[in-house]
Structures are given as structure tokens and as C-alpha cells.
């Protein structure tokens, strides 16, 4: 027989639920023979699954205690949200984009959130949709149906799942959760859209398809998780990160249908650091030393304006520790000095400064930013500008335009629209640029296609913008490869306006290589997309350059075609 008295570890009795203490109450109930053990083991028992369920009603108990997940080491380990991890559940809002450093763990916090969604609460549907079937098949295996195994007998019994197909599970409380590379019909409470940067780069009509189909899954209260890493200055993921962190800088209140914008860099991280001892072994160069030096400047600055996303420098400023600078500087030597950029960012600026894969002037134009060629290129008076050409009747016609000063090649504005003839542009819209800016138009430099006669008119376009008073130099018709050496050698020495060549630039940035699926990787040959056009108009220019900028030619200046301003 219990003599009643509660356990060591017993410190409110009331409430105790050790299943060695038998105290039920303030006071001892008199003894009562077997009745009395079997109505205490009862009341234990019940207070027991109360408090079971009290823990169970809470989300962020069931994400601590209950799932299990393989590791980056492939250990199955029981899952704990880290601080990053965390930080990211107190500012969630119902559509929040993500810009990330590699490995912080958003895809499976983010899947394990929706999964737990799924099974404790009925009729929920998630979708996650992943930048290819290999990465959706992994994620389904590893962080949807391994943790969901692994969960207690009693809640497996209680919300068994089925799989009706492939990388999909539905459970018995009519909630759903499935894994594809696209989400389009029906409603979702839950969505994630993992790597969406990759996609927007690699498939941008996948990415359009995504937008207008699967962000109206989701309707207004419930929840999108859009994530990844940076694939350069483009792009619905580049925009939609461009259009949140907008509105955060300005404090705009969000409404439901308002993207958050959330970004976590790599130093934020407390785990990226190497250990003392071989932090000390690591060589710090002067270029490493300026690097550190002007990211603590930014974030300096950040954290002052109220940036959310620089707030753990006031925990980790206002120097970089060895420790944290000597794990950098291994990652840039593994990574390189322009995708590290992309993996492991310093700040939201940053993380698209990074080339895209298979762009054929990333080295030419990360050189031109880091180099201080990017920035603020006034008109300089009295010298005049020339415009090269990329013609489109159907399609984009792309023009840029420059200046020669001294030796300087100077790119000063870039303009392009679609649907519009020679005629419109050589008698509207450039006169209108020449009034607004100034301008006095020299030689123009054309593609080989302006001597191509019309089918309908017999006129060539040299003929049409010869009879408007316009004389095209013609570039020769030269292989691919001999235009892409001309551009490269050509921007390696250029001038470019950041504002008035923006869209340009983002041209020059993001002209690549064709991406093949089938068989994983890129194609000799061009993509021909948005950013062909003015490209093709930069190349088309750079073959010629020396030709029309030499001589005769080079002395075109104020009065070759002038226009009233």
C-alpha cells in the first residue's frame, strides 16, 4: 500500500503527472484497499492526457518534440528550430518572400510548419512546388513522408495517410499535402515555392505560369512561402524581392495580399564560423580587410535606418570576428569570388550582384560594377551620340546609346520597344530623346539585315532611313563567337549609367546560354528571350566600333543630326 507521499521531483503536487507519484490531491484520501490504487491510476491517467493535449495544442511544442529528420550528415536526428529558424516564425506573414544564404534550413522548417498543419487540423491542402522532379522527390522522401513515419504511434492511428499517387499523402482528416513542379488548380491554405530564383532564370515561362497560376491558389488569410537563392538582376523572384523590400523601407503597412520581405545572410548564421585555432591559420589579405571593412560600413547604416533584416549586427557588431571572417574567406575560395555572392550573401544588394549561370558577360560586367564602371554617366555637351542598333518589326527593337570622350567609351542611355517601325523611331522618338537630353546624333551602326529588301516594298531599311536623312554604318555579318569576343573586349573598358542604361544592363547581365533539361546542361547557342535584343544591339555596335569611331567617321560630332532643344 502507498503511503501517499509525492515524488522527489514533485514541486506542485496538484499537477504532478510522474508516473512514480501517486499524490492526488492536498490531502491524503484515507486508504481503501485496491479501489483506492485503481481510482488514483485512473485520475493520473486523465490528468495525464490533459496535459497531452494541452501539449499538442500547441504548434510550437508538436515542432520541437514531435518530428525527426535526416541531417546534413544523413543522421536522423530530432528536429529543433534554430535561432535563425525561429527568428523567421515571429516575423511570418501570409505571403513572405524569402532571400536566403545556402543551408539556414528554410525548406524544411517551412515543410515541417505545412505538414503539421495537415495532420492536426482537417481539410487543409498544401502544395510545394520544386525547382525540378528530382528536388520534389527528395523533399517529399525526406522532409514530408520521413518525418510524418516517425511521429507517435498514437497520432499515426488517430490521422492515418494514404498515397493516392506519387509525392502525395492524404490523411484521413481530408487534408492533403503533395509535392510537384507546379501548382495551378484548386484552393491551397498552404504553399511553398522552393529555389524560385533558379526557376525564374532557367524557365521564366514556368515562372509566369507560377505566378499567375499558382500564387492564386492561395487565397487572401491563408499562407505563401515563396524562397531561394539569388540567379541575378531579373526576373519574377529579383522583382518580387525588389517590390517587398520596397514596401519595407518605406514602413508601408502590409495588407494580406502584400509580400514580407525577409532576408538571412550568412552571418548571421553563429554556426558559420571556423574554430579559433583555425581561424588563426587562415591568411587575411588587405583585399579581405577592405571587403570587411566597408560590409560593417553597410550594416552600420542598415541597422541605423531600421532595416529588420541587419538587426542581429547589433548582436554581432561592430567588427567582424576572426572567427566569422576566416569561415568567409574558405567559402570564397571554395565558391569564387562572384558566386559566393549568390551562396552565402552579405546583404540583400549583394545576393544579385552574382552572375547568372551561362550568361556570357558575367566576368566582363562583374568587373565593370567592382571596378567602379557602373554608376553615374552624365551627357557630355557638344560631342555627339551614337546609337547602335538591334532592329525588330514583330519584335524588340533595341537601341543604345553613347558617347566618345577622349578614350573613354561612354554608355549614356538605352531604349527599346516593341511593335514600332524605323520610321517611328527615327522621326519620334529620337528627336523627342534628343530634346529631352540634348542630344546631336552621329553615325548610327546597324545589323547586316538593314540591307534585307521588304517583301512587300522592294526598299531596303538602309534605303527607308537613308531617304529620312539617317546613314547606317553596316556591321558585317560575322560568326557568333567573333561578336561575343568583340562585346567582351568592348565592355571591359566601357562606361555605363546605371540609371538611364538599367534596363540594358540587366540585358547584358542575363544574355545566355540555352539551358537543355533532357540532359542537364547548357547549349552552345544562345537563349533567345527579353535579353537577346539588346544584346544583339551591343555586339552589333562593338564589331564596328573601331571602324566608325576612327578617321573621318570619329570626327562626327554636334550638327551630324541635330534637333531643336
Known sequence: MSDWKPCAACTAPEKCFNSGCLYAGPLPLPPLGGMQDALAEAERQRRARAA???????????????YYIIDENGREVHFKPRPMQLKFLEDMW????ILKARQ??????ITLWILDECVFYPNQNAGIVAHNLDDGSKIFRTKIKHPYERLPEQILAANPATNDRSQELVFANLSQISVSTSTRSGTCQYVLITEFGKIAAKFPEKADEIVTGTFNTVHPGNYLFVESTAEGRFGHFHDLCKRSRDAQRMRRPLTRLDFKFHFYPWWANDEYQLPTEEAKQVPLLRSHIEYFQKLERTLAAALEAGEPWARDWARIGP???????????????LNGADLIKREYPSTPDEAF???????????????????????????????????????????????????????????????????????????????????????????PVGPHDLTVREFTTGVTRWETAK????????????????????ARNFIGSAWFDEAYCEKGLEHLENFRKEWNEHIGQY???????????????????????????????????????????
Open 94 to 97: 501570409y505571403l513572405n518572400c
Open 353 to 443: 550582384e552574382a552572375s547568372v549561370k551561362g550568361a556570357y558577360f558575367a566576368e566582363q560586367m562583374a568587373e565593370a560594377r567592382e571596378k567602379g564602371r557602373v554608376g553615374k554617366v552624365p551627357h557630355a555637351k557638344g560631342i555627339s551620340v551614337i546609337t547602335w542598333w538591334d532592329l525588330g518589326i514583330r519584335d524588340k527593337t533595341a537601341i543604345w546609346f553613347l558617347q566618345v570622350v577622349g578614350r573613354e567609351a561612354r554608355f549614356i542611355n538605352y531604349f527599346e520597344a516593341t511593335d514600332r517601325s524605323m520610321t517611328w523611331f527615327l522621326t519620334t522618338k529620337l528627336p523627342e530623346m534628343a530634346k529631352e537630353h540634348g542630344y546631336h546624333y552621329g553615325p
Open 319 to 333: 567588427r567582424f570576428s576572426l572567427e566569422r571572417m576566416a569561415w568567409y574567406i574558405k567559402k570564397r575560395e
Open 467 to 486: 531617304s529620312l536623312g539617317w546613314r547606317f554604318h553596316i556591321a558585317p555579318q560575322m560568326d557568333f563567337e567573333d561578336q561575343l569576343e568583340a
Open 104 to 109: 539556414h534550413g528554410f525548406t524544411t522548417l
Open 52 to 66: 497531452a493535449e494541452d501539449q499538442f495544442s500547441d504548434k510550437m511544442w508538436r515542432l520541437t518534440n514531435l
Open 523 to 565: 547549349m552552345e547557342k544562345p537563349l533567345h528571350d527579353e535579353h537577346s535584343h539588346g544584346a544583339s544591339a551591343f555586339m552589333t555596335g562593338s564589331i564596328m566600333f573601331n571602324q566608325v569611331n576612327s578617321g573621318r567617321a570619329r570626327a562626327h560630332q554636334v550638327g551630324q543630326r541635330s534637333f531643336p532643344t
